[in-house]
């Protein structure tokens, strides 16, 4: 078997870094937290006037980042980001396959069409872009997935959010063993992050759930998230926890499941 690759303390200075869903919340973050470190950014995301706002902060602490629109949920859109890249830079040496939407809906009554859409944009939308701007990745280049603590367990109004999750898991740990020679794989789990997603989250009709989550309000800062992710990746782990007491559901569920069935359905929605 090929030796895993693991990168020692990578530094960002200078390296080419795609991040989707810059515009906002933990992309956002991970975009600023990389510009202070000296990468040269390329922000994707749907909306370009918050896209703009993001860059200038960035462009204070590097000196070059260019921004693209990027919708997962169209392939055509997918197709033209990824032909952009390879014309804007000479190799990607990180890719952050940030983007995604979340859910607030029961299983049993969210629509069939709405749970496309999150499987669409949270797995085979970061799936397609991998697949098309592999072969322009650096010999020795990074994968930055974000995941969910759910991508690691069940919980209430997440089953379609939570399912595009573990899938990605077993899509990119499956890359990072296939490709190990390579490739550093790093999948980020956050909790509770105080960013927006909770509005843009679908519910069962797939409208707009409009509104902040008391939990999410409350939530880890998204710089503070960033900085843990970022250092995770240095570090060369394949996994981060970026969580307070939610952790704690991660272990019930592998080693006291019982506990964790309970637990999860008093506790408020994450």
């Not at 989707?20 to 991970?30: C, F, H, K, Q």
């Not at 014309?87 to 990180?94: A, G, S």
């Amino acid at each position: 078997m090929p030796k895993a690759y693991i990168r020692p303390m990578f530094a960002l200075r200078d390296k080419y870094v795609l991040i989707t869903g810059a515009s906002s919340g933990i992309g956002e973050a991970l975009a600023r937290e990389a510009a202070k470190q000296g990468a040269k950014l390329i922000l994707a995301a749907r909306r370009l006037p918050e896209l703009e706002r993001v860059k200038a902060a960035c462009l204070s602490h590097t000196a070059w980042c260019e921004v693209l629109l990027l919708d997962l949920s169209s392939e055509a859109s997918i197709e033209k980001a990824a032909e952009q890249v390879k014309r804007m830079v000479p190799q990607l040496d990180v890719l952050v396959n940030n983007a995604g939407i979340s859910q607030r809906a029961r299983a049993s009554t969210a629509s069939f069409e709405s749970e496309k859409q999150l499987m669409q944009v949270n797995y085979f939308g970061p799936v397609y872009l991998t697949k098309l701007l592999f072969p322009h990745l650096a010999l020795k280049a990074g994968l930055i997935i974000t995941s969910s603590v759910v991508g690691l367990f069940g919980f209430p109004t997440r089953s379609t959010y939570s399912a595009s999750k573990h899938a990605l898991h077993g899509y990119f740990n499956t890359m990072a063993l296939e490709e190990a020679d390579r490739l550093q794989v790093t999948i980020a789990c956050p909790g509770r992050i105080n960013t927006p997603i909770s509005y843009s989250a679908i519910t069962d009709s797939g409208q707009a759930h409009g509104q902040m989550d008391q939990g999410q309000a409350n939530g880890i800062p998204a710089d503070v998230c960033a900085q843990k992710i970022w250092k995770a990746f240095r570090d060369g782990k394949n996994l981060v926890l970026v969580a307070r007491g939610e952790k704690l559901l991660y272990w019930f569920s592998k080693f006291i499941p019982p506990l964790y069935r309970k637990i999860s359905r008093k506790v408020s929605p994450l």
